[in-house]
């Protein structure tokens, strides 16, 4: 559960600042391109300026007017084959080019640009892909091209520096994320530990009581025989008997942790395993009033942990009995992806346990493997359900890297726990 909340905090303080600093760098990397299509605009105007001045007459690059100083200062930020001018006759034919020619040597493309420029209703087009500028005098009209892929590698260093940026920023932020969250979720922590301690220490102190009152209640019975009160006795010591154990099996679980990896797995026949934990409740069914219907395959191996696997089944078919409705059946299937024939490949097996009864609402089956949790509105429990069983299977099959799963729909309750099958 720590470790569940220490990823969700990571995650919220990591996504939110990498979010900011993204749409930073989005609004600066627009701000900057736009900035420099202003700037290819400027040196257009300036270039067409200076081109069509009387001074110059078409004479291009020998202009030295003083009044296009300021002017020329700004095309000297461009490099001569980075400008080019296209010279039209009235009639719009191509009479001479200057400039860019390696990157206008496409006649067919030159011509297009030429006629989109001449049919254009403005006199400026997409500086995306080429920049212009048309004007005219006596003499004709005149095209000044500048080349996009020069005048925007500025923009594209820029972007490249803010892409590396970003990344280094994001790796800073991941350290600093998991940082935070160890911080944050620390108290949570060393409460839940406390929480844990106080349960294991307080099952360990109950249980040589109880045993002693078990014991001492067998001893008053052989001596002045059953009567209700001492009935009553046993019963609630069995009952707080069976709280213990279910309190000090959950303590191990957590200190267990994930210690389950370095067991060793056994092989075993899962179909052999589920049959002894079944046939016994067949009795128990019976008391209740319900039937139990096993669809097992003949053979089913299996590399893993019998001990944990007929707990898990044990619980789940304690539990399924115990919510049927009367005179309904309890299905138990084990199943696999394709017909088993000796090894099926590691390929993954499901125990499924069906009962008919109340259906859980949704709001209760996200909680349905909570510690303590019932869902009185929805399930009805005998004296001596503790709200721990579902919570021990789950704990089982998170050490294992087993799926344990709940659906409830119609009247219908089914637990199914996946795992994997022999390799």
């Keep these: ?61 020998k202009n030295r007017d003083n009044r296009h100083r300021g002017k020329s200062e700004l095309l000297r930020s461009v490099s001569a084959d980075e400008l080019g001018f296209i010279q039209l006759d009235a009639e719009g034919n191509m009479t001479s080019i200057t400039g860019v020619s390696e990157f206008w040597n496409d006649e067919s493309r030159l011509t297009e640009l030429i006629s989109y420029v001449l049919s254009a209703d403005e006199t400026r087009g997409s500086w995306m892909n080429w920049m212009y500028r048309l004007g005219e005098n006596s003499q ?97 010591s069995q009952r707080m008997s069976g709280l213990v154990t279910a309190l000090l099996k959950l303590s191990e679980l957590d200190e267990a942790g994930n210690a389950a990896e370095k067991q060793q797995a056994s092989r075993f026949d899962a179909v052999e395993s589920i049959m002894e934990i079944a046939l016994p409740f067949e009795s128990v069914a019976f008391e209740h009033g319900v039937s139990l219907n096993l669809e097992l395959p003949d053979m089913m191996p299996v590399s893993g942990y019998p001990e944990d696997l007929g707990q898990i089944a044990k619980i789940l078919l304690d539990n399924a009995i115990k919510h049927a409705e009367e005179n309904s059946e309890v299905q138990v299937s084990l199943t ?48 001596n359900s503790y709200g721990l069983g579902l919570a021990i299977a789950k704990g089982i099959a998170d050490q294992h890297r087993w799926l344990i799963q709940v659906e409830s729909q119609d009247r219908q309750t089914t637990f199914s726990l996946t795992f994997p099958a022999a390799k």
């Excluded at 720590?2 to 905090?9: A, E, G, P, Y």
């Excluded at 925007?152 to 280094?168: D, K, N, P, V, W």
């Design 336 to 383: 696999a992806p394709q017909p088993l024939k000796g090894k099926n490949g590691g390929m993954p097996i499901t125990l499924s346990v069906t009962n008919r009864g109340d259906t859980i609402p949704p709001e209760a089956l996200q909680h349905i493997f909570d510690r303590f949790y019932k869902a009185d509105a929805s399930r009805k429990y005998s004296g």
């Design 140 to 236: 004709g009209k005149l095209l000044v091209v500048l080349n996009p892929s020069s005048i925007y590698s500025e923009a594209r260093e820029y972007m490249l520096t803010s892409i590396l940026g970003f990344l280094a920023a994001c790796g800073l932020f991941a350290l600093l994320a998991n940082s935070l969250a160890k911080r944050i979720t620390a108290p949570v922590e060393k409460s839940m530990q406390a929480q844990k301690r106080f349960i294991a220490d307080a099952s360990h102190e109950l249980k040589t009581p109880l045993t002693v009152i078990d014991a001492n209640a067998a001893v008053l019975e052989k001596s002045i025989g059953k009567n209700k009160w001492l009935g009553y006795i046993q019963t609630e």
């Design 1 to 61: 559960m720590i470790s569940t909340l220490r990823k969700s905090v990571f995650r919220s303080i990591f996504f939110s600042a990498a979010g900011v600093l993204f749409v930073i760098i989005i609004a600066l990397n627009g701000l900057n391109l736009i900035q420099t299509a202003e700037k290819a605009d400027r040196i257009l105007d300036s270039a067409a300026e200076v081109m069509y001045s009387p001074a110059n007459a078409y004479g291009i690059g």
